[in-house]
C-alpha cells in the first residue's frame, strides 16, 4: 500500500513507514494503562 501511496503522490515510502509508526506508538501509548503485564522474573540457576 505504501508503494501506491508513493507512486501516486511522491511522498517516499520511509516517511509513509515512520508517520505510520510514530502513530502506532502513539496509539498504543495511551492504551497503556490497560495493559496488564507482569514483569519477567527469570529462574535462579541451580548452584553444581
Known amino acids: 500500500m505504501a508503494?501506491?501511496?508513493?507512486?501516486a503522490?511522491?511522498?517516499s515510502i520511509d516517511s509513509l513507514m515512520r508517520m505510520q509508526n510514530q502513530f502506532d506508538i502513539a496509539q498504543i501509548r495511551k492504551r497503556a494503562g490497560e495493559i496488564k503485564v507482569?514483569?519477567?522474573k527469570p529462574?535462579?540457576?541451580?548452584?553444581?
Open 38 to 40: 507482569s514483569r519477567y
Open 9 to 11: 503522490f511522491g511522498v
Open 3 to 7: 508503494l501506491r501511496i508513493e507512486k
Open 43 to 48: 529462574a535462579v540457576a541451580s548452584a553444581r
